[in-house]
């Protein structure tokens, strides 16, 4: 499984983002695929999760800001970052879930200017 991530970039608090994430490879073994953002020295954190079923989970941090959601036509899930605030500041990856391991994505580096 391959993924690839974009989207990132540089915004001010209050502002917004969407990030991509292209699936490729192997993914029909899949069960869920999401969002996890890391910045230095800390563990890297969930944001989101979206099941093949459609559940989500939300870091308690983002509810209410952030959506998930998918497109499985093209094998894309989406995170839409809104009311972005400083402390969202992370690389956000992506990744897929399956029931043996979580393949991840590259990374991509959201800025949030105060």
């Known amino acids: 499984v391959q993924l690839q991530a974009f989207g990132g970039g540089l915004v001010q608090a209050g502002g917004s983002l969407r990030l991509s994430c292209a699936a490729s490879g192997s993914i029909g073994s899949g069960k869920a695929m999401g969002w996890y953002r890391q910045t230095p020295g800390k563990q890297r954190e969930l944001v989101a999760t979206?099941?093949?079923?459609?559940?989500?989970n939300y870091a308690v941090s983002v509810k209410g800001r952030f959506t998930i959601s998918r497109d499985n036509a093209k094998n894309t899930v989406y995170l839409q970052m809104n009311s972005l605030k400083p402390e969202d500041t992370a690389v956000y990856f992506c990744?897929?879930?399956?029931?043996?391991?979580?393949?991840w994505g590259q990374g991509t580096l959201v800025t949030v200017s105060s």
């Open positions: 979206l099941t093949t079923g459609g559940k989500t």
């Open positions: 990744t897929h879930i399956t029931l043996l391991r979580n393949y």
